[in-house]
């Protein structure tokens, strides 16, 4: 709902009987905050940062690709949510790490000039539940550095995401390529939203998702 709409709705809400009571106060309120989940770190306010997914060694050769693109859609979700925070493009990102010796999340902030630097270590990552069905699995630990300060200012673990929470997909019913494209924009998703506020009925909604 855009903002306008929200704003001429309550009028005609308020002018409800009172017997409506606490119903009607609670959709106003919804009106006007609709986003009822806070944000865990509010530390990327006005701020130049870069996301940088970097996969383990075991994950490293096969999901590369995957972490670069969880990496892309994270920095998209927090620019477009958090108030004048302002990503370095991935293409910049993974130029850097691709041309220097890998050292640490806080030497690549440092060199490309960010004020904070959210690194996704991505410790697990599949799409199948066995040879024929699709459920993604993953597991995260993201953390925030500071790179004036030098230090980790947020850190998060997010283990055993799973996608579809309830059931697995059939192999068949679509390419890999379209389940892994899902997967990787629901769980961007979940750590983006670390960062920002937003509506409960949302991750409902992707839990309760089936194909």
């Avoid at 890998?102 to 490309?112: F, M």
């Avoid at 000039?113 to 990552?125: A, K, N, S, W, Y």
């Avoid at 059939?170 to 990787?184: G, I, K, N, V």
């Avoid at 979940?190 to 409902?204: D, N, P, T």
Wanted: aromatic share 10%; hydrophobic share 40%.
């Amino acid at each position: 709902m855009h903002r306008l709409s929200r704003w001429l709705a309550i009028p005609a809400l308020l002018s409800l009987p009172l017997a409506t009571g606490c119903s009607t106060l609670l959709t106003v309120a919804y009106l006007i905050q609709p986003a009822d989940m806070p944000a865990e770190f509010n530390g990327l306010k006005g701020s130049k940062f870069a996301v940088v997914c970097r996969p383990i060694i075991e994950l490293e050769f096969t999901d590369a690709g995957s972490a670069r693109e969880l990496a892309t859609l994270v920095g998209g979700q927090i620019e477009d949510q958090v108030r004048r925070a302002s990503a370095v493009g991935q293409h910049e990102v993974s130029r850097w790490i691709d041309e220097n010796d890998w050292t640490d999340y806080q030497t690549v902030g440092g060199s490309l000039g960010v004020d904070h630097v959210v690194g996704i270590d991505l410790e697990e990552f599949r799409l199948h539940e066995g040879s024929t069905l699709y459920r993604g699995r993953a597991a995260v630990n993201v953390r925030v550095y500071d790179i004036k300060e030098k230090k980790v200012v947020f850190q998060k673990r997010i283990d055993n995401f799973d996608f579809p929470a309830n059931n697995a997909i059939p192999a068949s019913d679509m390419p890999e390529a379209q389940f892994r494209s899902t997967f990787l924009r629901v769980l961007s998703q979940r750590i983006s939203r670390l960062f920002h506020a937003y509506e409960s009925r949302e991750v409902f909604a992707e839990e309760s998702l089936t194909f």
